[in-house]
């Protein structure tokens, strides 16, 4: 898990570098945000084996500077809940609107460089996302965000309660009615 004074370290690492750099990250109270999907993400994950989700235990993986600027290993990120609001895709369709995702794992920069290489002095994407989220498509997130399609998405991601996840997993598995 993580204290709230990494979680407060995490954020002013997003937000941090020049001003202008900061407002144009910011938008409808979240960050701006890229999404893509991966699939194998239901048993090895960087968070370490008890952070693998099921079904309807939507997870993700964080860029690289979100889950705590390292190259591999359990980071300041695992177990941090973002509620995601996808807008569109690359070809402006509209997507699955918002859910609430755990970061289980970490989309490395090597490799990924165009979605996940933000880092203090370049914050943003080549998309212009400040954060990205891989959305796994075992726990079912990449579904309900992209319906099945392929492609990227855009949109806005925030830092919310992991509550919200909890009510939003337990509503999903038929044990409630709580709203996320």
């Not at 165009?114 to 943003?124: D, I, K, V, W």
């Not at 992991?162 to 009510?167: G, I, K, R, S, V």
């Amino acid at each position: 898990m993580h204290s709230s004074t990494q979680v407060l370290a995490l954020l002013f690492s997003l937000t941090s570098g020049s001003a202008a750099a900061t407002l144009n990250t910011r938008q409808n109270g979240g960050m701006s945000a890229t999404f893509t999907s991966y699939s194998g993400c239901g048993a090895s994950v960087s968070c370490g084996p008890g952070s693998a989700t099921g079904s309807n235990q939507y997870s993700a993986a964080v860029n690289q500077q979100a889950y705590g600027g390292m190259a591999s290993g359990v980071g300041p990120g695992c177990g941090v809940c973002w509620r995601i609001n996808a807008s569109h895709d690359s070809g402006n369709n509209p997507l699955g609107g918002s859910i609430v995702v755990k970061v289980n794992n970490e989309c490395p920069a090597a490799g990924n460089d165009q979605y996940c290489g933000q880092t203090a002095s370049q914050p943003l994407n080549q998309y212009g996302g400040a954060v990205h989220l891989d959305l796994c498509t075992d726990s079912g997130a990449s579904q309900a965000i992209f319906g099945g399609r392929p492609g990227i998405g855009f949109g806005t991601a925030q830092i919310v309660s992991c509550a919200e996840w909890d009510a939003q997993t337990a509503r999903l598995n038929g044990g409630g009615t709580a709203a996320a």
